[in-house]
């Protein structure tokens, strides 16, 4: 008699389970998701949860109840409530920078400078709160600050970097410009407005970042 291997079984029962409109871990829900969905959900639930309660008073078990699923969903995914904050954080503030390539196009340095800071605005705008109860409640745990640096800000330096060594190659910016330093410049000082001093972005400001402060610090001479 063949023997069900237990991975098999125990997909039979959470499919079974599925059906019945429960999580495995007897959490009802209306209708099963699955895959890139219910990630979506959970990292959704995670960050609406850390900006509501912070990072100290998250647990898995009320991202789970928020996100209408299973604790073991979760768990799956994510061993600890530190990879998940973190991996939604990237997946949600990585987008602004997910633009150096295809969607650029033809534009010139200073037009994409400015495509990346209003795609900044927006995401830091809509979230504001999710954002800087992140960046405080992160950085206060050694370990989750270090993964934040490597996950997120690592990646927001290497894109600015690609930018402006796209705008080398074009002509509009200056070979020794195209340094990390001068990459922080734009996402620092959106940030700084809008998470350290709390304040609105508007198109004119930045524009004026742009044209005055950031260009004329790549122009080549």
Known sequence: MMTMAPANLAQRVEDHLSALGAAPDDVPIRHRRRGVTLEQAIQAAALDELAEVGYGRLTIESVAARARTGKASIYRRWPTKQLLVIEAFCAKFGEAYDLVEGPLGDATTRDALLHIGRRMIQIIGDTGETFRA?????????????????????????????????????????????????AEVLPAMITARLIVENRPVADDYLVRIVDDIVMPLLRPV
């Open 134 to 182: 992140a960046s405080c409640e992160l950085s206060r745990d050694t370990a989750a600050a270090a993964a934040l640096e490597r996950q997120v800000s690592c990646p927001k330096r290497e894109a600015m970097l690609e930018l402006l060594q796209r705008g080398v190659a074009r002509g509009e910016v200056r070979p020794d410009a195209a340094c990390e330093l001068l």
